[in-house]
């Protein structure tokens, strides 16, 4: 496996809704990307929303973009949809992330097979990509 990116990202506003047979969150948050391949931002409007029905385990839907010059200088973004399910402790450790790009040098990242795992940090997550094929 070959890391493609690290994105760190940085929470601002967590919204709860606990219902009688299900809760809901929506996490907005912030950030920046490092990686050979890519250097950017995390735009205004990321968001991971994360749903449980009772009993099942909690799932995430993290959707961004992000902005910045990919490894050739060009300027480009990539939207990514990153989903996962939690454990019993409610932590996602690994997410089936998605790339749309507008970069030609990236545009290999929209059908390689990915892998993201989740490392925690005070204020928010890195987020690792993994193109696993």
């Not at 929303?49 to 490894?71: C, H, N, V, W």
């Not at 060009?74 to 992330?97: L, M």
Request: glycine share 10%; with cysteine.
């Amino acid at each position: 496996m070959q890391e493609i990116l690290t994105i760190n990202v940085n929470l601002t506003d967590i919204y709860e809704v606990k219902g009688k047979s299900a809760e809901a969150v929506m996490i907005n948050f912030g950030g920046d990307a490092k990686s050979e391949f890519f250097e950017g931002v995390i735009l205004p409007g990321g968001v991971d929303t994360q749903k449980e029905f009772y009993p099942e385990r909690r799932t995430l839907s993290a959707r961004y973009i992000l902005e910045g010059k990919d490894m050739e200088g060009e300027k480009c973004r990539i939207f990514i949809e990153n989903n996962g399910t939690a454990d019993e402790n409610k932590f996602v450790h690994e997410t089936t992330p998605r790339i749309i790009t507008d970069s030609k040098a990236l545009s290999w990242m929209e059908t390689a097979t990915l892998k993201g795992t989740l490392e925690p940090k005070e204020g928010g997550v890195i987020i690792h990509i993994f193109r696993v094929d």
